[in-house]
């Protein structure tokens, strides 16, 4: 059946061995396009999962026996049988999505790419995105105002004033790369943009029909899975890889069934129906898996709902939660104003290659699990990761136990004798009452949930009712409201909800990611003084996706992920240590009394959220920021490096290329820079947040005449590699072991004479002297974001190794294309368990051939040495780190 062609690959590209019989034509767009009868190929598709259909039709367009071959397409129909052998594919998404704080540094790399091409002598033009490339601009806000009626104009005023620097540089990037759409800042958050404007769904491109497929440089890429189009993050890196015409090399997934029945309660939004799912998949274990959902209890969630759900697929672990192209995602596509060639496009071309689900498939899955949604409960997540699930009903038994248990996932370590701590302070006049619980931060915030009506029209009807009975929100609390769109604000204001948000100190703020990512904001100084001086364990509630330790706010050691209703509730209570369902949130007023109904929620929703609203809004969404129409760049295809600049610096990666792989080294009597345990997150090792103001980054900005007010955020500079590398692992709640057991902060110890001092500054003593360093760690290493700086920083510290016990997927991808050897502990071991302290000199050799996840021999102390598994995956990964990195690997394809 298939040509047997892996050999021709060292010919050269051939033509697609699959245009003479699979070939047809469809009706669209007003004419007739071609598009591959993939259904046809083989009677095996008809059991595929339709995320691997997605991937299957990719490798039958591209084919062309060199980089795709019959052979990728062969085994991606025996899926089934493949799917456990880790068996590579080549991937070629159609389009690539950017945020800011991550798109930043891919422009940066491009335009030093051409820089380097230009000097080894290639042509500089070959440098430039091969396919549909969108950046929205909409991490770089910040909650500096809240709580009053102007306070998005001032916070944008601020967000352009703080990143001018970086905006020129993206618009002159806007014009000097082709297929590169820039959406300005203050349009929206790029999930949601995604969502509602950017996905095609089903592509026409040169007269050829194929899906709608996407990489993004956010680990959240993912909520465009709810529409019908397969896509995960990968690191920046790899998204510059793409688009720059190379493949995504992956190893083919194993695909999770998750089957739906019933309804969700009465009460319970799709916010608990995620958190529910992210309990219920991290226990059955999906890292690096596909989930598929399926069955008639999809039938009964909204698009809005379903991307609720895919969005969170980084913190149930899997690369997708997909949801295949349905009627709903017709109707979702005309309601927010698709025009109806468009629509009939998709609908006709998903229907006639079999991605259009019905109910009634047949699919074989990897695995399977079943939720019947009326089991849902009202839940939140926390106090410190995602995944650990509390029942509303249990909060406040829950936070307790948390106070008194040990420092650490699930604890806070506070003595029981301190537990009952009151303490009365006076803030913005007012007298205020702080205990351990207390809510400083309540904030709707994130793309997971402002993309979603039904629980935002949920959150205005309970501040509407709560008005009524006269609540209001306790003092000492920083409110906001982060509209996801524009589209968000109008349906809020014509249904008058916006009122009832604004009387209780929840104003629009700006148009971003804001709290979600740690752009809070300063919280008031009488308050930040009462925390300090007390100790209080303060919280933070917010409807986001990621609540990591110190990722919110440094001062709120508790954070809790809520549904946005929830979130008001929680403002109105000022406590997390309450039972919503036996304590009234005050004056006699329980949650029942002001939690709408479902029918009235979809009142609201049908009447406002109309298809005029989002044709009113994306007919403008790139001009509608007149200071951004204002920038004036000076364009060319070379950019113009400013020496003197904090915000955008020409990276080292390319300095002393060869046109010569130089093949990957081994490590001789490697330092060790950092022996951690499990579950450090890319929050913890990626620079982010504000730039402490003794760190290793603020003395670099001083130095260069920045003053303190002007710092700005670690995300806002990450085109500078200079203060980026100064602020990886500068995370405050990091624990270094080499430091000492229970001590947190960016530490290390020096070996050579003992000192303790900033990780920053032994890495650079370790360069200074020649010595290589690696890194220990534990389980999930690298959860989280997929922050390319997570791979960057350590790689510009001179890590050439970490060794740990498991791997998060986007960041054991980014080491790789870094050039940093990922290697994991056999099974049962581990750094304690061999008796590792971290102080110990080590040696790899990595002189023979490598082999995807082959054993590897670690040499320490004179003779001592441990088996590990090389976690390079793929034999396209050998390729990149023999070549120094995936960009390294690209340029020299690119001067051929």
Excluded at 25 to 42: T, V
Excluded at 377 to 395: I, Q, T
């Amino acid at each position: 059946m298939f040509r047997t062609a892996v050999q021709l690959a060292k010919k050269g590209p051939q033509p697609n061995p699959f245009n003479a019989k699979y070939l047809g034509l469809l009706q669209a767009d007003g004419g007739s396009a071609k598009y591959y009868k993939i259904n046809e190929i083989d009677s095996k598709y008809h059991h595929l999962p339709f995320s691997i259909r997605v991937l299957l039709e990719s490798a039958v367009r591209n084919c062309d026996e060199f980089d795709v071959t019959s052979k990728t397409v062969e085994n991606i129909f025996d899926w089934k049988t493949n799917c456990t052998k880790g068996i590579e594919i080549p991937f070629k998404p159609a389009r690539v999505v950017l945020q800011d704080f991550t798109g930043v540094p891919c422009v940066v790399d491009l335009a030093a790419m051409r820089d380097a091409t230009k000097r080894l002598g290639g042509d500089p033009r070959r440098i430039n995105p091969q396919i549909p490339v969108n950046l929205v601009v909409d991490h770089s806000v910040q909650v500096d105002c809240a709580g009053v009626a102007d306070a998005v104009e001032k916070n944008q005023d601020m967000e352009m004033y703080r990143n001018h620097e970086r905006f020129e540089f993206l618009k002159w990037g806007s014009k000097a790369f082709d297929n590169l759409l820039i959406v300005p800042p203050g349009s929206g958050i790029v999930h949601q943009v995604n969502l509602e404007y950017l996905a095609r769904v089903v592509f026409n491109h040169d007269g050829v029909l194929y899906p709608d497929s996407v990489v993004g440089t956010d680990s959240h890429t993912t909520m465009i899975n709810g529409l019908g189009v397969v896509g995960w993050g990968v690191g920046g890196i790899e998204a510059e890889a793409g688009m720059l015409g190379q493949s995504l090399s992956m190893v083919l997934p194993q695909v999770v069934g998750y089957k739906f029945t019933g309804k969700l309660p009465e009460g319970c939004t799709a916010t608990d129906l995620v958190l529910t799912v992210v309990k219920n998949l991290r226990k059955l274990g999906v890292v690096g898996k596909f989930v598929e959902f399926y069955g008639p209890g999809v039938d009964a969630l909204s698009l809005a709902d379903r991307a609720t759900l895919a969005n969170m697929a980084p913190e149930y672990g899997a690369t997708t939660g997909y949801f295949p192209i349905d009627g709903e995602t017709i109707n979702y596509l005309k309601n927010t104003s698709r025009s109806i060639e468009h629509v009939g496009r998709i609908e006709n071309y998903a229907k006639a290659v079999g991605l259009f689900r019905t109910g009634e498939e047949r699919i074989e899955y990897s695995q399977h699990l079943e939720l019947d949604l009326s089991t849902v409960v009202p839940c939140v997540a926390g106090p410190k990761r995602p995944h650990d699930n509390v029942a509303l009903s249990d909060l406040s038994k829950d936070f307790t136990a948390c106070m008194s248990a040990k420092s650490g996932f699930k604890g806070f370590g506070i003595p029981e004798a301190e537990h009952s701590k009151k303490v009365k302070y006076t803030v913005n006049g007012q007298e205020a009452t702080m205990e351990h619980g207390s809510v400083v931060i309540a904030s709707i915030t994130s793309c997971t949930n402002t993309s979603n009506p039904n629980v935002l029209v949920a959150a205005g009807l309970v501040a509407k009712k709560a008005l009524e009975k006269g609540l209001k929100v306790p003092p000492g609390i920083k409110t906001s409201l982060s509209p996801g769109s524009h589209v968000v604000t109008k349906y809020l204001e014509n249904s008058g909800l916006q009122k009832s948000f604004d009387a209780l100190g929840f104003q629009a703020t700006g148009y971003g990611c804001m709290t979600c990512i740690g752009n809070s904001g300063e919280i008031a100084p009488e308050v930040s003084k009462c925390i300090t001086d007390n100790n209080f364990v303060a919280a933070a509630v917010l409807s986001g996706n990621r609540n990591f330790e110190a990722r919110i706010h440094p001062l709120t050691a508790a954070n809790y992920l809520a549904s946005p209703p929830l979130v008001v509730a929680f403002a109105l209570a000022g406590r997390t240590n309450i039972d919503f369902t036996k304590e009234p949130i005050a004056n006699g007023v329980y949650l029942r009394d002001i939690w709408p109904t479902n029918e009235e929620i979809a009142a609201v929703v049908n009447q406002y959220v109309t298809p005029d609203l989002f044709k009113e809004v994306y007919a403008h969404i790139t001009t509608m920021n007149e200071k951004w129409n204002e920038l004036k760049v000076e364009e060319g295809e070379f950019y113009k490096w400013d020496p003197k600049s904090t915000y955008i610096h020409n990276p080292p990666y390319f300095d002393g290329m060869t046109k010569t792989p130089p093949g990957l080294r081994s490590i001789e009597n490697a330092a060790c820079l950092a022996v951690f345990g499990d579950s450090i997150t890319t929050d913890h090792i990626s620079p982010a947040g504000n730039i402490a103001k003794d760190s290793p980054a603020a003395k670099f900005l001083k130095e260069h005449g920045v003053e303190r007010k002007d710092f700005n955020t670690y995300g806002s500079r990450r085109g500078n590699d200079e203060i980026m590398v100064r602020g990886t692992f500068a995370n405050t709640r990091l624990g270094n072991r080499l430091v000492g057991e229970g001590q947190t902060g960016p530490y290390t110890v020096y070996h050579p004479n003992g000192e303790k001092m900033f990780i920053f500054d032994a890495a650079m003593k370790y360069q200074a002297d020649n010595v290589p360093t690696v890194i220990l760690a534990g389980k999930e290493y690298g959860s989280g974001s997929s922050r390319d700086w997570a791979a960057k920083g350590p790689f510009l510290q001179g890590v050439k190794a970490v060794v740990a016990e498991s791997f998060e997927r986007i960041h054991r991808s980014n080491l790789v294309g870094m050039g940093i050897v990922p290697l994991q502990f056999k099974e049962g071991e581990n750094a304690q368990t061999l008796g590792l302290t971290g102080k110990e000199k080590f040696s790899i050799d990595f002189s023979g051939e490598l082999r995807p996840r082959q054993d590897i021999v670690v040499k320490y102390d004179n003779g001592k040495s441990f088996t590990a598994i090389l976690r390079i995956d793929t034999e396209m990964e050998v390729k990149y780190v023999e070549n120094g990195g995936i960009l390294n690997y690209v340029l020299r394809t690119k001067i051929e």
